[in-house]
T-cell receptor, first 114, second 115 residues
């Protein structure tokens, strides 16, 4: 069956460290992956998109990698801050289903302590 | 732009009652999505529309759920009759274009509690 998994439900790190979140998928061939941030009581907010032919994408302190061989995307936040504490969701768009909407993972809740 | 607008923000109802959730997408967006989020199942797509036409409703749990998009600026998700297991946060999202490549803009959600 098709699955998208985010390995950790929760990740706790200290301020200033790099947070690394993992998104694995099986039985999909995604054309691209998106990452979203969700704060409590709010809807998800788009952060980054990476295409299948891109190895890495950066935006300020955020970096996303995409390994189609490992079927994995990694999401890094460098120099993490308490304000980065939130739930991060990965979402993929299957390449073989044109026009199909995104499929979301359950998310990883990141807590950054000062 | 005010973003995606959802109403009500909170709804508490009794089992068997009809519930109607409303969504106003961002002006000019061509796609609209309804999601349900629970701790157990995460964020699940219920149905989505492209240019007001339903494209995929395979995520709608059962016949008790129905969704409409009578025009480009309004959509409803109706549950009739409601059951306690329908308790969840329901999100509406919209995106420009009709490709899943486009980022989605989410509303604040409606927290539904069915007693």
């Amino acid at each position: 069956s098709q699955k998208i998994e985010q390995n950790s439900e929760a990740l706790n790190i200290q301020e200033g460290k790099t947070a690394t979140l993992t998104c694995n998928y099986t039985n999909y061939s995604p054309a691209y992956l998106q990452w979203y941030r969700q704060d409590p009581g709010r809807g998800p907010v788009f952060l980054l998109l990476i295409r299948e032919n891109e190895k890495e994408k950066r935006k300020e302190r955020l970096k996303v990698t995409f390994d189609t061989t490992l079927k994995q995307s990694l999401f890094h936040i460098t120099a993490s801050q308490p304000a980065d504490s939130a739930t991060y969701l990965c979402a993929l768009a299957p390449a073989n289903q044109a026009g199909t909407a995104l499929i979301f993972g359950k998310g990883t809740t990141l807590s950054v302590s000062s | 732009d005010a973003g995606v607008i959802q109403s009500p923000r909170h709804e508490v109802t009794e089992m068997g009652q009809e519930v109607t959730l409303r969504c106003k997408p961002i002006s000019g967006h061509n796609s609209l999505f309804w999601y349900r989020q629970t701790m157990m199942r995460g964020l699940e797509l219920l149905i989505y529309f492209n240019n007001n036409v339903p494209i995929d409703d395979s995520g709608m749990p059962e016949d008790r759920f129905s969704a409409k998009m009578p025009n480009a600026s309004f959509s409803t998700l109706k549950i009739q009759p409601s059951e306690p297991r329908d308790s969840a946060v329901y999100f509406c999202a919209s995106s420009a274009g009709t490709s899943s490549y486009n980022e989605q803009f989410f509303g604040p959600g409606t927290r539904l509690t069915v007693l």
